[in-house]
């Protein structure tokens, strides 16, 4: 599965997939920013960080 396929998967008609993809890019751009990383995101790396708890919850 490519990030496109995976993309529509997220973002289908499902509410809980869309806040769950916007929760996990969010953490990611928080935690690519704050370490100064300038790669390319990879959005199947980002879900799978994400559901391991590899991302930390922060406050709004």
Request: glycine share 0%; charged share 35%; proline share 0%.
């Given at each position: 599965m490519n990030n496109r396929e995976l993309f529509s998967v997220l973002t289908g008609s499902d509410v809980i997939s869309q806040a769950f993809?916007?929760?996990i890019v969010r953490?990611?751009?928080?935690?690519v920013h704050e370490n100064n990383i300038h790669e390319d995101a990879d959005l199947k790396t980002m879900v799978r960080e994400y559901t391991e708890g590899l991302y930390?919850?922060?406050p709004e």
């Open positions: 993809l916007q929760k953490l990611h751009l928080q935690y930390k919850e922060k």
